[in-house]
């Protein structure tokens, strides 16, 4: 069992930067793929980005590339959303959640966060 805490959510203007962390509470993060998938008000759960379990392979929605970066550190069990370029479509809650591979999935991950809070200001 994997505990996943996000942070780093917050409120912040069109255009500006956050980063955030999704900390694990076990050594066996590094046997997992992570993924960050948000949630809008009133709309469905959308994949943003996801890592393989040795940083080597990164997806992400069309809709973050080039905007969106995310990494991993093993040896911190954490793993990090940089959000660059932000706009109010980016707007959600964001969860961290881990599987045992990376994908373009929404759905199906072994372990969820409870997720954290964007808010982009036009």
């Known amino acids: 069992q994997i505990r996943l805490v996000e942070s780093g959510g917050g409120l912040v203007q069109s255009g500006g930067s956050l980063r955030l962390s999704c900390v694990a509470s076990e050594r066996t993060f590094s046997t997992y793929a992570l993924s960050w998938i948000r949630q809008a008000p009133g709309k469905e759960r959308e994949f943003v980005a996801s890592i393989s379990r040795s940083g080597v392979l990164k997806y992400y929605a069309d809709s973050v590339k080039g905007r969106f970066t995310i990494s991993r550190d093993n040896a911190e069990n954490t793993s990090y959303l940089q959000m660059n370029s932000l706009k109010p479509e980016d707007t959600a809650v964001y969860y961290c959640?881990?599987?045992?591979?990376?994908?373009?999935?929404?759905?199906?991950?072994?372990?969820w966060g409870k997720g954290t809070l964007v808010t982009v200001s036009s």
């Open positions: 959640a881990a599987a045992l591979r990376a994908s373009t999935a929404s759905e199906g991950m072994n372990y």
